[in-house]
C-alpha cells in the first residue's frame, strides 16, 4: 500500500521557535509538495521539488524553507515560527511525467503556533 | 496564470440522491488536466477522478462523473446515489500541461444527510 508519511499529526509550538515538518514517501516518486490549508482559501502550494536538492518556491513561500537531502524525505521548515503560520501543513508525492497531477497525499500535520 | 473557482462553498445531498459540485477554470491553454480530490474529515486527501482536456469523452469512476464542457471551462462532479461516505471537502484542481504543480479551487464542502 502506497504511502506518504508526515511525522506529526499535531504540533504546539512558541512564537520564534524553529519548526522541522517531516514528510517521506515510499513510492519512488520524483516530486513532492508543501501545502498549506486554510479554510475558505483551499490549498496553497508553499513549495516543491522535483528531484533531490531541487526545489521550486509555490505561492506562499515567504517564511518557509525546505530541504530535500534524499528522495523519499522532503522536510518543511520555519525558521521562526509566527501565529498567522498556525494552519494545516500537508504533503503531497507524485510521479513525474504521466503521474503529474495525480497526487498522494499525507495525513496533515495541524501545526499551532502561540 | 491559471485560476480555479468552486462557487459552492457549501452543498448538502440526502442519502441516495444526485449532487453536482461546480468548477469552473481560466487557462488560454489547451493542454492541460482537470482533476476532483476527496478530503474526508480527519483523513487524507485522495483523487477521485482525472479528465484529459483532449479528451471529449467525460470521465467516470463508479457512482463518480464528470460534466466536462471545455468551451465554457467548465467541470462538475456528479456523484450518483450518494452515501453517507461521501460526505468531505471536494477540492477541483487543474494542471497545464507540462507542468507539475496543480492549482486547486478553494473547495466545497459536501454533507449528505441520513
Known amino acids: 500500500d502506497v504511502k506518504v508519511t508526515q511525522s506529526s499529526r499535531y504540533l504546539v509550538k512558541r512564537t520564534g521557535e524553529k519548526v522541522f515538518l517531516e514528510c517521506v514517501q515510499d513510492m519512488d516518486h520524483e516530486n513532492m509538495f508543501w501545502y498549506r490549508q486554510d479554510p475558505g482559501l483551499g490549498l496553497r502550494l508553499i513549495y516543491f521539488?522535483?528531484?533531490?536538492?531541487?526545489?521550486e518556491k509555490g505561492d506562499i513561500p515567504e517564511g518557509y524553507s525546505v530541504s530535500r537531502e534524499k528522495k523519499e524525505r522532503f522536510s518543511l521548515i520555519l525558521e521562526s515560527a509566527s501565529t498567522n503560520q498556525t494552519s494545516m501543513y500537508l504533503c503531497?508525492?507524485?510521479?513525474?511525467?504521466?503521474?503529474?497531477?495525480?497526487?498522494?497525499f499525507g495525513e496533515g500535520s495541524r501545526l499551532t503556533v502561540l | 496564470a491559471q485560476t480555479v473557482t468552486q462557487s459552492q462553498p457549501e452543498m448538502s445531498v440526502q442519502e441516495a440522491e444526485t449532487v453536482t459540485l461546480s468548477c469552473t477554470y481560466d487557462t488560454s491553454e489547451s493542454d492541460y488536466y482537470l482533476f476532483w480530490y476527496k478530503q474526508p474529515p480527519s483523513r487524507q486527501m485522495i483523487l477521485v477522478i482525472r479528465q484529459e482536456a483532449y479528451k471529449q469523452q467525460n470521465a467516470t469512476e463508479n457512482r463518480f462523473s464528470v460534466n466536462f464542457q471545455k468551451a465554457a471551462k467548465s467541470f462538475s462532479l456528479k456523484i450518483s446515489d450518494s452515501q453517507l461516505g461521501d460526505a468531505a471537502m471536494y477540492f477541483c484542481?487543474?494542471?497545464?500541461?507540462?507542468?507539475?504543480?496543480?492549482?486547486f479551487g478553494k473547495g466545497t464542502k459536501l454533507t449528505v444527510n441520513p
Open positions: 521539488s522535483y528531484d533531490v536538492k531541487m526545489k
Open positions: 484542481a487543474f494542471l497545464q500541461g507540462g507542468s507539475e504543480k496543480l492549482v
Open positions: 503531497a508525492s507524485s510521479s513525474a511525467g504521466e503521474g503529474a497531477g495525480e497526487l498522494f
